[in-house]
């Protein structure tokens, strides 16, 4: 099985060299699937893994724009639209200069995963650009958007594809990209989510994700007669992601002591309640992205250029981005008595981090499970714009927290091992491709 599966990976490297964070998500699950499909008839001889691997679509275009100073800016956009066996594309937008085709491939692999685990019907894509928000006008930002969805609106559509926002893409930008495809299309459509109250957007979008993956959280800790009450927990980031998991967590009675970006960590051990939640919106919305202004105005300690994963912990929650959670800091994290990890972030776990939390036996959820609250609350966007009608806070929130109790459950059914262990990561990987191989056995060669 060991060359079966290296072999499988071999392959897919080939066709898609340097390319170190796809390659990395098709390992994690190739080590998981292959294991499981190789018994069953029904999936002999279709290469159906192989067939996951490969996007049904990339798109890459150039998108000029004009800067405050008249002079004409050059960017690359791109569209990977991976798998639409159950239903059309779905998955978020990316500015930031970090931006290439290995990322947005990963992404949208996980994303078709992730989808399918919601049982909502959404196949998986990922887009963005290499263009950086940061220090922009509002202006440059609005002529960036305008200029990237100009081109990409041609291939996107309510029962095609529906992007959503990500790293670097909020309300703000979602607008402008909206706006511009209603004017070219000549059409209201929700061909995108994420989008503002009063133009078709849903209530509790912005909080879903971080909310999700403390609804998950509480049912991991229910397998072991636990309750989130008095734990204290690490969480990085501190955008949407990490908002919504600090304030549900917060509500449920839980500590959360630590906030990180790209400058380092702050730790506050009186918890991150009231006005410093309130702080983390302001935050994010001045378009900066170090936490070092919390420490000043609250008076807590900061740790720059360090992880939060020095700190003792009964819960970490990593809600920044990929390989953020290293194999030291995950060597902290068990020395000082973790209990469980939760991913809030897409992959920000790295391999070797990842088997070391396994090898203690420590519960681990990954975030293709965790983190998909946010796109669960978007498929219900969808279903609202469909509709013409608009649900309440509470029955999105209803929804959601069933939503992520149904997905646990799927995760434990799969996932559960001999001795008890619930493997997570396993688990979450073989009830998305159940999902989305039947369907492509179901549709034929296509």
Known sequence: MEKYISDFIEIVAKKNPNEPEFLQAIQEVSETILPFMADKDIYKGKNILLRMAEPERVISFRVCWVDDKGEIQVNRGYRVQMNSAIGPYKGGIRFHPSVNLSILKFLAFEQTFKNALTTLPMGGAKGGSDFNPKGKSDGEIMRFCHAFMSEL???????????????????REIGY????????????TGVITGKGMSWG???MRPQATGFGAVYFLQAMLATKGMDIKGKTIAVSGFGNVAWGAVTKATELGAKVVTLSGP???????EGITGEKIDYMLELRASNNDVVEPYAQKFGVQFFPGQFPWIQKVDIALPCATQNELPLEGAIKLVDNGIICVVEGANMPTTPDALEYFQKNKIMFSPGK???AGGVATSGLEMSQNSLRIEWTAEE?????????TDIHASCVK?????????????GANIAGFVKVADAMLAQGVV
Request: aromatic share 14%.
């Open 153 to 171: 609106y041609k291939y996107i559509g309510p029962n095609t594809d529906v992007p959503a926002g990500d790293i670097g893409v909020g309300a």
């Open 177 to 188: 990209m909206f706006g511009i495809y209603k004017k070219l299309k000549g059409e209201f």
């Open 201 to 203: 957007g849903s209530l």
């Open 263 to 269: 400058d380092g960590h702050i730790y506050d051990p």
């Open 369 to 371: 499970a965790s983190n």
């Open 396 to 404: 999105v929130d209803r929804i959601l927290k069933k939503i992520m």
């Open 414 to 426: 799969y996932g559960t091992q001999e001795d008890g262990y619930i493997d997570y990561v396993k």
